[in-house]
């Protein structure tokens, strides 16, 4: 089992930069895939990253290809999504989700566990 807490969230401008962070609670987070999803006003929520336990392998939806990158520190139980380039198009409030699938990371009915999310604006 584990629980969630996503941290750095905020207002910034088109082609800033944003980290978030996700606190995992737990001793087993290790060995589960990680994600990061966002939901915009009105919109479905759409998977953003993946990483996996030993951090070896990711996954990005395409529109954040070359801008977004997911990393994991197992020794600090946390997950990262290091944001650059940002576009008024990122904004959505960013979950964190857990999932013991190392094949089906995309969906979000592939994930256990979630946390409260942070919001993330970005203005033009």
């Known amino acids: 089992q584990v629980q969630l807490v996503e941290s750095g969230g905020g207002l910034v401008q088109a082609g800033d930069s944003l980290r978030l962070s996700c606190a995992a609670s737990?001793?087993?987070?290790?060995?589960?895939?990680m994600g990061w999803f966002r939901q915009a006003p009105g919109k479905e929520r759409e998977f953003v990253a993946a990483i996996s336990w030993s951090g070896s392998s990711t996954y990005y939806v395409d529109s954040v290809k070359g801008r977004f990158t997911i990393s994991r520190d197992n020794a600090r139980n946390t997950v990262y999504l290091q944001m650059n380039s940002l576009k008024p198009a990122d904004t959505a409030v960013y979950y964190c989700?857990?999932?013991?699938?190392?094949?089906?990371?995309?969906?979000?009915?592939?994930?256990?566990?979630w946390g409260q999310g942070t919001q993330v604006t970005v203005s033009s």
């Open positions: 737990g001793r087993t987070f290790s060995r589960y895939t």
């Open positions: 989700a857990a999932t013991d699938s190392r094949y089906d990371v995309a969906g979000v009915r592939d994930y256990d566990y």
